[in-house]
């Protein structure tokens, strides 16, 4: 018969699986990017700078905890995350781990001082004002990513393209640029670059993980989509 005291133990152990299978950096890093959309474990690998058989082996223990899941197309095998929890849940620990750990504190500190301005005013307020025109949000990451789920009224201007593209951004007003979330550098990079050809601009701290655990809407699909076809695409966080 089994005791208490068994079931207990139990229960404990099964949630300690989901702690052990994200006990790792590259396993983190793999959940941070799989929470920009789908993809192959061979883009995953090198985004990383590891091994595609390292980054399977990672990923096999995340499959393990369900937290991903994965789908064929013709040769590749293409990761998601299981559900949209899994993105909450990255962000919970992000932000658990930057209240806890002055180590942390002290390297995002180091990092906001040494690098990009980062925008101050509040989710809203950037909605408000990106919604009026009174601001030009560019979203940095590859086209892909921001097709799964870009911040409402963003344009997408990947960080590769951006140099040949700058031409496209109005000079009369802000640019706010965003990429994966804080420990994503790709919008460091845009603002050093835009800033050397006299726009005003800041970096978001926030990517879409952190918009959606905030409530706030997301829009997919591609730009040039109508209101009305935006508007039927809108996700919303539960």
């Known amino acids: 018969m089994t005791t208490n005291r068994e079931i207990k133990d139990t229960l404990f152990e099964l949630v300690a699986r989901i702690a052990k299978a994200v006990a790792s ?22 985004e990383c700078a590891i091994s595609v058989k390292l980054a399977s082996a990672h990923l096999k223990e995340l499959r393990i905890a369900r937290l991903v899941e994965t789908e064929r197309n013709g040769k ?3 990761y998601r995350i299981a559900t949209p929890d899994v993105s909450r849940f990255w962000v919970a620990l992000r932000m658990l781990a930057e209240d806890r750990l002055f180590e942390l504190q002290e390297a ?23 919604r009026a025109g009174e601001v030009t949000v560019i979203d940095v990451r590859p086209r892909a990513e921001y097709e799964q789920g870009h911040l409402p009224f963003a344009r997408s201007l990947p960080l ?25 550098l790709m919008s460091e990079e845009a603002v050093r670059l835009l800033s050397e050809r006299g726009f005003a601009v800041q970096k ?11 409530g706030l809407p997301v829009e997919a699909g591609q730009e040039g989509l109508s209101p009305h076809a935006l508007r039927r695409q809108r996700l919303h966080a539960p």
Do not use: T
């Open 25 to 46: 950096p590259k396993r983190l890093e793999l959940l941070e990017l799989l929470c920009q959309g789908p993809k192959p474990v061979e883009m995953l690998a090198r």
């Open 76 to 78: 590749q095998v293409i």
């Open 108 to 130: 995002l500190r180091r990092l906001a001082e040494s690098g990009a301005e980062w925008y101050a005013e509040d989710r809203e307020e950037l909605l408000r004002k990106a």
């Open 160 to 184: 590769a393209e951006l140099r040949a593209r700058v031409k496209e951004l109005p000079k009369d007003k802000p640019v706010v640029a965003y990429c994966r979330g804080p420990f994503c």
């Open 204 to 214: 978001l701290v926030d990517g879409v993980p952190e918009w959606l655990a905030a």
